[in-house]
T-cell receptor
């Protein structure tokens, strides 16, 4: 089983460019999440989705957008990249919320904005 | 002050030692997760618990809801246990993460 697949693994962007981080899961999970991980800090929730067509903001949503047109896919869009968005991004999924569901993570995407 | 605090931040142990990593939180929670992040960066779930104690192989996780504290224990540690261990607490759709404890086990 592939689990949660993220692409790309690495990307360098120039300030002002845009890009999409792709996330796909093959476990038929309802819940999907995007986190960012900065050095020395805990993961921060950017956006989450509880099912196809439903998304909501997390703790640090500014500068990002998401969509959830299918159960499997949850892409994260960065518009007008800024150096503050340099980070490692993780996509995760779970069958139910974190209250009762185990989280499954992708391998991460390291983004550098110069 | 962070809502989820882990201690120690860094831990070096000799192979075979008993290891304890602590997690304290200041918010109400429905569940607590322990995660492992390997040097390559991937994150895997070790435990999810809302009360008591869970055991999986050489790993044991406990939680005290009244004291808002959880511990992760590793018995007979091995160099392959070297990783960052992350505590996360869940309340509804929100999850808050500790900064992690970096464990190095030397042979």
């Amino acid at each position: 089983n592939a689990g949660v697949t993220q692409t790309p693994k690495f990307r360098i962007l120039k300030i002002g460019q845009s890009m999409t981080l792709q996330c796909t899961q093959d476990m038929n999970h309802n819940y999907m999440y995007w986190y960012r991980q900065d050095p020395g800090m805990g993961l921060k929730l950017i956006y989450y989705s509880v099912g196809a067509g439903i998304t909501d903001k997390g703790e640090v949503p500014n500068g990002y957008n998401v969509s959830r047109s299918t159960t499997e896919d949850f892409p994260l869009r960065l518009e007008l990249a800024a150096p503050s968005q340099t980070s490692v991004y993780f996509c995760a999924s779970s069958w139910t919320s974190g209250d009762t569901g185990e989280l499954f993570f992708g391998e991460g995407s390291r983004l550098t904005v110069l | 002050k962070n809502e989820v605090e882990q201690s120690p931040q860094n831990l070096t142990a000799q192979e075979g030692e008993f290891i304890t990593i602590n997690c304290s939180y200041s918010v109400g929670i429905s569940a607590l997760h322990w995660l492992q992040q390997h040097p390559g960066g991937g994150i895997v779930s070790l435990f999810m618990l809302s009360s008591g104690k869970k055991k999986h192989g050489r790993l044991i996780a406990t939680i005290n809801i009244q004291e808002k504290h959880s511990s992760l224990h590793i018995t007979a540690s091995h160099p392959r246990d070297s990783a960052v261990y992350i505590c996360a607490v869940s309340g509804g759709n929100d999850m808050r993460f500790g900064a992690g404890t970096r464990l190095t086990v030397k042979p």
